[in-house]
C-alpha cells in the first residue's frame, strides 16, 4: 500500500542567503537532528534546496509537530518519493490522491530537473486525466478541495498533498548570543522566544532579592525556561543578588525615582555580566509605554549606562498580541502564577515617567553603587536549564 514516506523541510529565508545559505543550512539539519534525536530510526538528508526526514515507517504526526518548533523551517510537506518516470508518477499521484477527502482537486507541478523529457504543463496534462477517469473527483483551478503537488527533482520525484507551516526566521545559532533580562513576567519569555525564533541564542540573567521575593520565583523560572527549552534545548540562567542594590537606592534617592534607579543597575550588571559572558548584545521584555520605566523618555535614562545594543522584541506589540504569543508557546499560565520579581515588589505609587539624567546621576552619586555591582557580580548563582 502507498503511503507518505518523507517529510520535506523548507527554508523561506534562508534563500536569500547567498554564498552563506549552506552555513545556515548546515545550522539548520544540526538543529533537526538535535530536535528529532527523541525518535528512533528516522535518517535526516541535507540538500542544497531541501532537507528531508525520512519516516522509515514512523507517524509523521509527533515529528511534524516537533519540526513546528525549529526555527528557520518556512513550511513542512508530508511527500512519497518516487521514480522519475510518467508511469510511475502517474500511478503513485493517482493512489496518493485515494488517501485524501474532497470533491475537486489541482495537479500543479515543478520540474527542477531539467533532464526530465516532459515539461511541467505536459506532466500536469498527463497526470489530471488519470485522476478524472479513476475516481470521482473534478477539477477546480481556483479553490480546490486538494491541491496534488509534483516536484520532479534530481534524485527522484515527490508528490504531496500535505503541507504544515513552520515558525520561519533563522536557525537558532546563526545570530550570535544574547544576555537576555528575564523577570518571570509575561513579556520576558515571548521576547526570548522571538529573538530564537530570530537564531539568536539566549542567556539568561535576573535580578533576585530575598527576603523580599520569594523561591518561589525561581522554580517559576525554570518552569518558564523549560517551555523555551523546546526551541533552545539549554539555558543558561544567571541569577544576581540585588537586594543590597535596592536597598541602598532607596536610602539615598525619592520613591519616585526608585525604579529608574534600579533598571540603571540592572543594565549595568547586565552588561558586565554580557562582556563576561561573551554576548555582544543585551534584550529584555520592554513594551514601549507599557509602565513608567518604559516610556521613551524612561528608556533614554535607563539605557544611558550601557554602550551594548539593546533588542527589544516587544518594543511595539500591544500587551494583547504579546499574551498570544504567550499562550501559543504555552508560557502564560506559568508568568501569571502570582511570585512577584523584585521590579514589582518594590515599584513606587508615583513612578516617575519623564525621569531627567542628572537628577538620576546626582542621586546615584550618594552612594558607592560600583562596589555593590562588583559584589553582585560576583555572586551569581548558575543553573543550566535543560
Known sequence: MISYDHIMVRFGELSTKGKNKQDFIHRLYLNIKHALKE??????????????????????????????????????????????????????????????????????????????????????????????????????????????????????????????????????????????????????????????????????????????????VIYKLEDLLHKLNRYQPEIRLNIVPFTKIQEAIYDNAPESYCITLMRRMMYRLAERLAKRRKCPVISSGESVGQVASQTLQSINVINEVTNLPVIRPCAVMDKLEIISISKKIDTYDISIRPYEDCCTIFTPKAPKTAPQLNEAKSFEEKFDFESLIEDAINNVEVKIIS
Open 39 to 216: 525518535f528512533d530510526g528516522l535518517d535526516i538528508e541535507s540538500r542544497y534546496d531541501h532537507i528531508y526526514v525520512h519516516l522509515n515507517g514512523k507517524d509523521y504526526e509527533p515529528i511534524i509537530n516537533r519540526l513546528q518548533d525549529v526555527s528557520g523551517i518556512q513550511g513542512l510537506s508530508l511527500v512519497h518519493k518516487t521514480e522519475n518516470d510518467i508511469e510511475k508518477i502517474k500511478q503513485d499521484s493517482l493512489e496518493l490522491i485515494k488517501l485524501e477527502e474532497g470533491k475537486t482537486f489541482k495537479v500543479k507541478c515543478k520540474r527542477s530537473n531539467k533532464r526530465f523529457p516532459l515539461i511541467s504543463d505536459d506532466i500536469v496534462r498527463k497526470v489530471a486525466p488519470v485522476i478524472l477517469k479513476n475516481t470521482d473527483l473534478k477539477v477546480d483551478v481556483h479553490n480546490p478541495d486538494i491541491l496534488l503537488n509534483i516536484e520532479v527533482r534530481d534524485e527522484g520525484t515527490y508528490i504531496f498533498v500535505k503541507t504544515f507551516e513552520g515558525a520561519g526566521g533563522y536557525p537558532l545559532g546563526v545570530g550570535g548570543k544574547s544576555m537576555h533580562m528575564l523577570s518571570g513576567g509575561i513579556d520576558s519569555p515571548v521576547a526570548a522566544y522571538l529573538l530564537m525564533r530570530r537564531g539568536v541564542k539566549i542567556e539568561c540573567i535576573h535580578f533576585a532579592s530575598p527576603p523580599y521575593t520569594q523561591e518561589a
